[in-house]
Every structure is written in structure tokens, then in C-alpha cells.
């Protein structure tokens, strides 16, 4: 059943093509600058904000970071958690992922099986999603035990993509980690978007607004950008991206 949250990013995609999404993570950040980063984000247009890093916080934090940034932004707000230490009771949903390309199984399943109680408790929107770690992985890569699909290696991204929308998964995400040099090429965000019929995510390395309208152009339906963010000029920085966004899938 497809929940309030994705039933409003699903119409954001249909009627916008592709949006963006900011990446806050909250190791990175207090409370208060969470809640600034969030206000100017939606100032410069993006659709939700995702809370959530590659490595581990304190529940407690979390929990203070979300509450923040849902008081000031009024926009949806998503966990991206790393483990089960990254659900909040406070969020609005929680992409409930499976990394697809780790050799550990608690990262493809041990950790929902851990997680899919507190999320019933708390009464969180579950967003199944395949998550695909590619090119250096970065943190993410290390922490979750993956290895990551090379960028001339797309086919391979895009059999892992269709694998998991057969699987059930209802997004798939396609990440070149926080930080990354380069993002993902155009061309193997192609090749995914020809196998798939479920929106595709794309992550890691955006910078740019050419870098935007490069991964909108080739298929990305939702653009996450984080650490563009982290910096002084949000609303600028967040507007940019989504103007190549645009100009990208029109």
C-alpha cells in the first residue's frame, strides 16, 4: 500500500519529472543547524529532506535533529538510516532499503529484519528501496560491506536495479557516496532508467548544476545532494541544482 509520502513524491515526479531531494546528515550538524539548512533548502525549492549518514550517531541526537528541522521546513521528512540506530519515532518516513550489492547479510536484510519493529511501532511510512552503492562507494561502501559496481560496468548496475524492483522494491537508488570525485555517469544512469519502471534515485558527487542536468537528462526522477549543503550559501546553492534539474528533463 503506498503511503502518504511516496503517493507525494510519486505526484511531484509526475508533474515535475524530477525533483530534488536534500541530504542532511546528522553527524555533521547541531539541531539548529539542521533547522536553518532545512528552511533554506525549501526556500530554494527542494521537494523533502532526508536525514541520515554512513556512519553512527546517538539516537537521542537523531531524534533532536528531526524534530528541528520537521518544525521549520514543513516539508516531508525521510530517514536514510544506516542501521537501526537511524530510526526516529518523529520522522514522516524511512526508506526501508536494502543494499543490494553488500556481501554482508545483515546489510541486505539482517538489519530490517532488527528495524521492521520499531518502524510498525512508531508508526512509520516503510518506502521499500533497492540501494546500489557505485564507482569508490566512499563510507557508505565501507561500512555496509559492498562492492561497488565500477562506472564502465552499467549493465551490471542495471541488472542489480531490475533484480530488486522484481524483488519488490518500489525506488532504487543508485549512490556514489558521499563526497564522491565524479557522480554517476550519465550512461549507466541510462542503462538502469531502460531496465526499471520504478523511479530511480541518483546520489553522490552532484555539485553542479550541469552535474544535475547531466544525471535529470539521462533519467535520474530524484536528485539527492548533501554535502553542497553543509556550506554557507543553501538556498543558492539548492536553487542551482534544481534549475539544472529542470532544464534537464523538460
Known amino acids: 500500500m503506498v503511503g502518504r509520502v511516496e503517493k507525494y513524491l510519486l505526484e511531484k515526479i509526475k508533474s515535475e519529472n524530477s525533483i530534488h531531494i536534500t541530504l ?3 553527524e555533521k550538524v547541531t539541531a539548529s543547524q ?37 518544525r521549520t521546513a514543513k516539508l516531508p521528512v525521510i530517514l536514510f538510516p544506516n542501521n537501526v ?18 556481501v554482508d547479510p545483515y546489510f541486505l536484510v ?17 518506502i521499500p528501496m533497492g540501494y546500489i552503492i557505485v564507482g569508490d562507494g566512499g563510507t557508505a561502501g565501507v561500512v555496509g560491506k559492498a562492492v561497488p559496481i565500477p562506472y564502465n560496468k552499467p549493465e551490471l548496475a542495471a541488472a542489480h536495479a531490475l ?27 541510462r542503462a538502469v532508467k531502460s531496465y526499471i519502471d520504478v523511479p530511480l534515485i541518483v546520489g553522490g558527487g552532484i555539485k553542479t548544476r550541469k552535474q544535475a542536468l547531466t544525471a535529470a537528462a539521462a533519467g535520474a526522477d530524484i536528485i539527492v545532494t548533501g554535502n553542497i549543503v553543509e556550506n554557507a550559501e543553501v538556498k543558492d ?13 523538460l
Open 237 to 249: 546553492k539548492v536553487s542551482e541544482i534544481i534549475k539544472g534539474i529542470k532544464s534537464g528533463r
Open 34 to 70: 539542521a533547522s536553518a539548512v532545512a528552511a533554506k533548502a525549501k526556500l530554494g525549492g527542494t521537494s523533502a529532506i532526508m536525514i541520515g549518514g554512513s556512519t553512527f550517531t546517538s539516537t537521542k541526537h537523531l531524534d533532536t535533529v528531526v524534530k528541528a528541522v520537521k
Open 85 to 102: 540506530t537511524g530510526i526516529s519515532r518523529y520522522a514522516d518516513a524511512i526508506w526501508f532499503m536494502s543494499l543490494l550489492n553488500s
Open 110 to 126: 539482517g538489519a530490517q529484519i532488527l528495524g521492521a519493529p520499531m518502524v510498525k511501532k512508531y508508526r512509520l511510512e516503510p
Open 163 to 189: 533484480a530488486g524492483q522484481y524483488l519488490g522494491m518500489r525506488f532504487i537508488y543508485l549512490e556514489a557516496g558521499s563526497g564522491a570525485r565524479k557522480p554517476v555517469p550519465s550512461g549507466m544512469i
Open 24 to 26: 542532511i546528515d546528522p
